[in-house]
């Protein structure tokens, strides 16, 4: 059997990008019976099969035409990272037209969260993220983002077979520090990661998963199917600069996938400065989409808001911000025991005229949002060592 050349089997169906559905349609015009696309189901999904040709249970003339007629890409990284003790490793991974995505996992005591891109670049122009310097370059397939998932499961695989590595406990609620911790450091206590496998995913990697909604669902699709990773509904968040029209679309499906929504100002006027979507969509939009949703769905929505020193992290911001949530400032309020505000140190991006706030500015915007009745917790960073942190992904470009 001789392989095409590369050029060639770009132009190969994925076998990444196929439903188990699709795999059976395939695989019956190939005249096989149905129950082989369950194999390879199983084979790429829980085997973690990185060649057709190591799937041993199917027969080797099925095994030679999936390798010769099919692919599995992206499935490789050029260049792996790490930092935190290993705990956070980024990979690099060249797509069939050169461009460039990373996906990040993070390796806690008790859960292994993989934080995946669905598109190279990003037409978002947020001014804080690194990622949106680089424009869009593409979206992703479907199977491209699933592929990365499967990376992480692979890294998980192997890491399970060394001893325990110590890591640091995660604080109550994703807090970073508490007010009563302003003098010392952040908290520190020795554990062991018992995780061997994936537990959770997040699409807040580069790219907005929302401009190429139905690929990114269809991997979500792949992802969840009990017969292969497996991974729960609940165990799955997106992220978005705040499309309306994909939060709409969000509340109408089945899946029950957790909602961020990127906020990072409490109105229009710095928000358009920060985030040139407001424009098209601005608050009061933004906020009844998603009280509707909410309506819908009854889950909680978290308020993902980057702390810029000097910008957006004055305590005149937090009221306002907390104002905006309870209904006090123009729109109607949302119901606050469905609401949380995930605050976000900036993560430094060089180049970028901006700065990350102080801690102590960050402990009193939180205090300030809590005080009012709004849920805020600060998230943890990870992997700023190897700008693998929230904003930092560029695709291995430096910005």
């Known amino acids: 059997m001789t392989a095409l050349p590369v050029t060639n089997r770009d132009t190969l169906p994925n076998l990444y990008d196929l439903s188990l559905a699709e795999m059976e349609r395939l695989l019956t015009d190939w005249g096989q019976p149905t ?195 497996n991974i729960g509904a609940r165990s799955m968040t997106v992220s978005t600069v705040g499309l309306v029209p994909g939060i709409r679309q969000l509340a109408t499906e089945t899946l029950p996938i957790n909602l961020a929504i990127s906020l990072h100002a409490p109105d229009d006027d710095l928000r358009s400065a920060l985030m040139p979507i407001n424009r098209r969509y601005p608050l009061a939009v933004l906020l009844d989409a998603t009280r509707d949703y909410l309506a819908a769905t009854g889950r909680r929505v978290s308020f993902e808001y980057v702390l810029l020193q000097g910008k957006n992290d004055e305590p005149e911001h937090a009221a306002k911000l907390a104002a905006l949530l309870r209904g006090e400032a123009g729109p109607a309020g949302l119901p606050l025991h469905l609401v949380h505000v995930n605050l976000i140190p900036w993560n430094p991006v060089p180049g970028m005229p901006l700065g990350r706030s102080e801690r102590r500015r960050v402990l009193t915007f939180q205090r300030i949002l809590r005080e009012r009745g709004i849920a805020c917790t600060v998230r943890v960073e990870r992997g700023e060592a190897i700008a693998a942190a929230c904003g930092q992904l560029a695709g291995g470009v430096a910005c």
């Open 35 to 229: 129950y082989r696309a369950r194999q390879v189901f199983r084979q790429l999904y829980v085997n973690l099969a990185d060649t057709p040709l190591a799937m041993t249970d199917l027969p080797l003339a099925l095994r030679e035409r999936l390798a010769n007629e099919t692919r599995l890409a992206p499935v490789t990284p050029e260049q792996v990272q790490t930092a935190d003790n290993g705990l956070t490793r980024k990979a690099l991974f060249r797509l069939p037209n050169g461009a460039l995505v990373e996906s990040v996992l993070m390796i806690y005591p008790d859960r292994a969260t993989v934080c995946v891109s669905t598109q190279a670049g990003c037409a978002m122009g947020c001014v804080f993220c690194a990622t949106g310097t680089l424009g869009l370059l593409r979206n992703l397939s479907p199977g491209e983002i699933v592929a990365q998932v499967v990376w992480a499961a692979r890294e998980m695989r192997r890491l399970a077979g060394r001893p325990p590595t110590p890591t640091t406990r995660q604080p109550e609620d994703d807090a970073w520090w508490s007010p009563d911790d302003l003098e010392n450091d952040a908290p520190s206590v020795p554990e062991v990661s018992s995780v061997s496998h994936v537990t959770n995913i997040v699409f807040m990697g580069m790219g907005e998963p929302f401009a190429t909604y139905d690929r990114w669902w269809r991997a979500v699709e792949i992802i969840h199917d009990p017969r292969g990773l």
